[in-house]
C-alpha cells in the first residue's frame, strides 16, 4: 500500500539528519565502530515502517546498536521523529532498498534481522520479491555472522508457509515456529501492523531462523569505489595523479570583511590565475583542493567557472571560517542549523554550482577554540558523521587540535575524517605524533622561507620514520585572487611544491615513492568519500 504523502516532509526529514545515515555504504564493515563503538552487537530491521518495534527494542537493549531501513520516507520519518522525542542514542536509520544490503553491511558483520509485515507479494510471478525468498536469504547469509538469527513475523499465512518452505530449502535451522504468536508465550514487541491486525482477530505468524554455523562463501560484489567529488564531476583514484590538497583560488582576506567579493567579475578572475593553472598542469598537477569556506569571500560559483574553462577539477569546500570571520547569521543560529546547510552543500550542491562540496573546512582562533568556533565544529562532526566527509580545520595550537580529536570521537566519527590544516605551525612534534598515532591527517603547509622549509622537512621525515607516512599532507596555501585589490593583488604561485618544496623534501632524505604516496594517494584517502 503507497502511503499518503505528509504535509512538510522533506523539512521533517532534515530536522532527523542527526540519525540519518545518507552514505551508508561508506559505513560497510565499520558501524559500530563509526556509530555507537560501546555496542557489542549489530541488529537490523528491513522495511521499519513508522518504528514502533525498532523504537521499543533499541530503548530496551543500550548495549545493542539498531539499524532500521525504510525506502518509504513517508513512515520513517514518524520512526525518526519518534527516536529523537525518546533519546534514543542506538539507533539509526537509512532510506535505501533491502537490496542494496550487500552494498551497506559487511560480510559477516550483522548479528540479527528482523522483518515484520513485509509485502507478501501475493502472485506466484512475484516471488522472488518477497524478503523471505532464497535469493534473500542468500543476502542475508552474506552479512550475518556465523549462526546468525533471522526473526520474520506476518500476518499473510501464505507468505508464512512460503518462507518456512524457502528457510527449509536453504538449510536454516527453524525454531519458534507459531500461527499463533499472541497464545504461544514467546517474547513479543508488536509493531503498528500488528496491534491493528490483532484486534480485528487475525492471528500472528513468527518463526526464528539460525543460519549455519560455518559460513558461506561471501558473495561477489561490485566493488564500491570511493571517489573526490569536484568541480569537473566524481573522480576515482585512477583517474587523479598528482594533487595538491590545500591551494586557493579566490579568497577575500583582510582584518574585517569588505565584502569586495560579491561584485568579483569571473573573467577578470580568469584572466588573472588562467597562467597559473596552466604552469601546475604542465608540472603534473591535476586536482587542487580550494578550501575557501563562507567567511572570507567565497565565490565557488567563480571557481567553476575557472575550473570548468582550464579543464582542472577542484575540490569545494562547505563550512564556515573562525572569528572575527563570522557573519552575525551564523553566531546565531543553532548547531543543527549550521550542520542541515553543511550536509545540503555535501548532499545536493553549494548555491550557485553545479558542484557538492568535497570536504568541510572550519577554523580555530589562534589562541584557542572560541565558543561559537566549537558549536562550528560540532556541526561539521555532526554533518560528517551523516555524509562521510572529511573536516579539514584551521588549527595553530597542537592543544586545541587535541581538543578538536575529542569531539569528533565523542560524535563517533573516525579521526581519520579530520584533517589537522597548518600542522606546521606546531612546533612541539610530540602533538604531530599524537594526531597521527591517532589517526587525523596533518597537513603541512605555509612554509614561507628557506628555514621553515628545513624545519617542515625533516618535521616530515621524522613522522615518516615513526610510520605515520599514510598521515601526511603537503600543500603551499598559495594562491590567490583578492578582490579587495587592483587584478587580485599579488598572486603567489603554486609551482612552489614541485619546484621548490620537493627538493627539499629529498635533501632531508625522503625518497621518491614516499613523495610519490604523499602527493598521489594520501591527499585522495583524506578527501574521497
Given at each position: 500500500m503507497?502511503?499518503r504523502?505528509?504535509?512538510?516532509?522533506?523539512?521533517?526529514?532534515?530536522?532527523c539528519m542527526?540519525?540519518t545515515?545518507?552514505s551508508?555504504?561508506?559505513l560497510?564493515?565499520?558501524?559500530?565502530e563509526?556509530?555507537y563503538?560501546?555496542a557489542?552487537?549489530?541488529?537490523?530491521?528491513?522495511?521499519?515502517?513508522k518504528g514502533?518495534f525498532i523504537?521499543?527494542?533499541?530503548?530496551r537493549?543500550?548495549d545493542?546498536?539498531?539499524?532500521?531501513i525504510e525506502?518509504e520516507?513517508?513512515?520513517i520519518?514518524t520512526?525518526?521523529?519518534?527516536?529523537?522525542?525518546d533519546?534514543?542514542?542506538?539507533?539509526?536509520f537509512i532510506?535505501?532498498?533491502?537490496?542494496e544490503?550487500?552494498?551497506?553491511?559487511?560480510?559477516?558483520?550483522v548479528?540479527?534481522l528482523?522483518?515484520?509485515f513485509?509485502?507478501?507479494w501475493t502472485?506466484n510471478k512475484?516471488?522472488?520479491?518477497?524478503?523471505t525468498?532464497?535469493?534473500?536469504?542468500?543476502l542475508y547469509?552474506?552479512?550475518?555472522?556465523?549462526a546468525?538469527?533471522?526473526f520474520?513475523?506476518?500476518d499473510?499465512?501464505?507468505l508464512?508457509s512460503?518462507s518456512?518452505?524457502e528457510m527449509?530449502?536453504f538449510?536454516l535451522k527453524?525454531?519458534?515456529?507459531t500461527?499463533?504468536?499472541?497464545?504461544?508465550g514467546?517474547?513479543?514487541?508488536?509493531?503498528e501492523?500488528?496491534?491493528?491486525f490483532?484486534s480485528q482477530?487475525?492471528?500472528?505468524c513468527?518463526?526464528e531462523?539460525?543460519?549455519?554455523?560455518?559460513?558461506?562463501?561471501p558473495?561477489l560484489l561490485k566493488?564500491e569505489?570511493?571517489?573526490?567529488?569536484?568541480?569537473?564531476g566524481?573522480?576515482g583514484?585512477?583517474k587523479l595523479?598528482f594533487?595538491l590538497?590545500?591551494?586557493?583560488?579566490?579568497a577575500?582576506?583582510g582584518?574585517?570583511p569588505d565584502y569586495a567579493?560579491?561584485d568579483a567579475d569571473k573573467?577578470?578572475v580568469?584572466?588573472?590565475?588562467?597562467?597559473?593553472i596552466?604552469?601546475i598542469?604542465?608540472?603534473?598537477v591535476?586536482?587542487?583542493a580550494?578550501p575557501?569556506p563562507?567567511?572570507t569571500g567565497?565565490?565557488?560559483d567563480i571557481?567553476?567557472?575557472v575550473?570548468?574553462?582550464?579543464?582542472?577539477?577542484?575540490?569545494?569546500a562547505?563550512?564556515y571560517?573562525?572569528?572575527?570571520?563570522?557573519?552575525?547569521?551564523i553566531k546565531t543560529?543553532?548547531?543543527d542549523?549550521?550542520?542541515?546547510?553543511?550536509i545540503?552543500?555535501?548532499?545536493?550542491?553549494?548555491t550557485?554550482?553545479?558542484?557538492?562540496?568535497?570536504?568541510i573546512?572550519?577554523?580555530?582562533?589562534?589562541?584557542g577554540i572560541?565558543?561559537?568556533e566549537?558549536k562550528?565544529?560540532?556541526a561539521?562532526?555532526?554533518a560528517?558523521?551523516?555524509?562521510?566527509a572529511?573536516?579539514?580545520?584551521?588549527?595553530?595550537r597542537?592543544k586545541?587540535m587535541?581538543r578538536?580529536l575529542?569531539?569528533?570521537?565523542?560524535?563517533?566519527?573516525s579521526p581519520?575524517?579530520?584533517?589537522?590544516v597548518?600542522?606546521?605551525?606546531e612546533?612541539?612534534?610530540?602533538?604531530?605524533?599524537?594526531?597521527?598515532?591517532?589517526?587525523?591527517?596533518?597537513e603541512?603547509?605555509?612554509?614561507w622561507?628557506?628555514e621553515?622549509?628545513?624545519?617542515?622537512?625533516?618535521?616530515i621525515?621524522k613522522?615518516?620514520?615513526?610510520?605515520?607516512?599514510?598521515r601526511?599532507?603537503i600543500?603551499?596555501?598559495r594562491?590567490?585572487?583578492?578582490?579587495?585589490?587592483?587584478n587580485?593583488?599579488?598572486?603567489?604561485?603554486f609551482?612552489y611544491i614541485?619546484?621548490?618544496?620537493?627538493?627539499?623534501l629529498?635533501?632531508?632524505g625522503v625518497?621518491?615513492d614516499e613523495?610519490?604516496?604523499?602527493?598521489y594517494?594520501n591527499?585522495f584517502?583524506?578527501y574521497a568519500r
Amino acid at each position: 500500500m503507497r502511503m499518503r504523502k505528509k504535509r512538510n516532509l522533506e523539512s521533517r526529514l532534515e530536522d532527523c539528519m542527526d540519525i540519518t545515515v545518507t552514505s551508508p555504504k561508506e559505513l560497510r564493515g565499520s558501524w559500530i565502530e563509526r556509530l555507537y563503538p560501546d555496542a557489542n552487537s549489530l541488529n537490523v530491521e528491513i522495511g521499519c515502517g513508522k518504528g514502533r518495534f525498532i523504537t521499543e527494542t533499541a530503548k530496551r537493549n543500550s548495549d545493542k546498536l539498531y539499524i532500521a531501513i525504510e525506502r518509504e520516507k513517508s513512515a520513517i520519518v514518524t520512526a525518526m521523529e519518534t527516536a529523537i522525542r525518546d533519546g534514543i542514542e542506538n539507533l539509526f536509520f537509512i532510506v535505501v532498498d533491502a537490496a542494496e544490503l550487500c552494498e551497506i553491511f559487511g560480510y559477516g558483520e550483522v548479528d540479527e534481522l528482523y522483518i515484520n509485515f513485509c509485502d507478501p507479494w501475493t502472485s506466484n510471478k512475484h516471488a522472488k520479491r518477497r524478503l523471505t525468498h532464497r535469493n534473500f536469504l542468500s543476502l542475508y547469509q552474506h552479512i550475518l555472522k556465523p549462526a546468525g538469527h533471522l526473526f520474520l513475523k506476518t500476518d499473510n499465512k501464505d507468505l508464512f508457509s512460503f518462507s518456512i518452505a524457502e528457510m527449509t530449502d536453504f538449510g536454516l535451522k527453524l525454531r519458534g515456529i507459531t500461527e499463533d504468536l499472541h497464545s504461544a508465550g514467546i517474547p513479543n514487541i508488536m509493531t503498528e501492523y500488528e496491534e491493528k491486525f490483532s484486534s480485528q482477530g487475525i492471528t500472528i505468524c513468527r518463526v526464528e531462523a539460525m543460519f549455519p554455523e560455518v559460513k558461506a562463501a561471501p558473495l561477489l560484489l561490485k566493488e564500491e569505489k570511493r571517489v573526490l567529488y569536484t568541480t569537473l564531476g566524481e573522480f576515482g583514484r585512477e583517474k587523479l595523479r598528482f594533487i595538491l590538497p590545500h591551494e586557493h583560488i579566490f579568497a577575500e582576506t583582510g582584518d574585517a570583511p569588505d565584502y569586495a567579493y560579491r561584485d568579483a567579475d569571473k573573467d577578470e578572475v580568469l584572466n588573472a590565475v588562467k597562467g597559473y593553472i596552466e604552469e601546475i598542469k604542465q608540472k603534473g598537477v591535476d586536482c587542487i583542493a580550494e578550501p575557501t569556506p563562507q567567511g572570507t569571500g567565497r565565490r565557488s560559483d567563480i571557481v567553476e567557472y575557472v575550473s570548468q574553462t582550464l579543464n582542472i577539477p577542484i575540490i569545494l569546500a562547505t563550512g564556515y571560517y573562525r572569528e572575527p570571520w563570522v557573519s552575525e547569521e551564523i553566531k546565531t543560529l543553532s548547531r543543527d542549523a549550521i550542520a542541515r546547510n553543511m550536509i545540503n552543500e555535501i548532499t545536493k550542491e553549494i548555491t550557485g554550482t553545479s558542484t557538492k562540496a568535497g570536504f568541510i573546512k572550519v577554523g580555530v582562533s589562534n589562541d584557542g577554540i572560541t565558543e561559537c568556533e566549537e558549536k562550528i565544529f560540532k556541526a561539521a562532526c555532526r554533518a560528517s558523521k551523516v555524509t562521510g566527509a572529511a573536516i579539514a580545520s584551521h588549527t595553530f595550537r597542537g592543544k586545541d587540535m587535541v581538543r578538536q580529536l575529542e569531539m569528533i570521537i565523542a560524535f563517533r566519527v573516525s579521526p581519520s575524517r579530520l584533517i589537522w590544516v597548518h600542522a606546521s605551525r606546531e612546533e612541539d612534534t610530540a602533538y604531530h605524533l599524537e594526531l597521527a598515532e591517532a589517526g587525523c591527517y596533518l597537513e603541512f603547509d605555509t612554509m614561507w622561507n628557506e628555514e621553515q622549509e628545513k624545519v617542515c622537512a625533516l618535521n616530515i621525515k621524522k613522522l615518516i620514520d615513526a610510520g605515520h607516512l599514510s598521515r601526511i599532507l603537503i600543500s603551499g596555501d598559495r594562491g590567490w585572487y583578492n578582490p579587495r585589490f587592483e587584478n587580485g593583488g599579488e598572486f603567489r604561485s603554486f609551482a612552489y611544491i614541485p619546484d621548490k618544496f620537493i627538493p627539499r623534501l629529498k635533501e632531508a632524505g625522503v625518497t621518491q615513492d614516499e613523495i610519490n604516496r604523499i602527493f598521489y594517494e594520501n591527499p585522495f584517502e583524506a578527501y574521497a568519500r
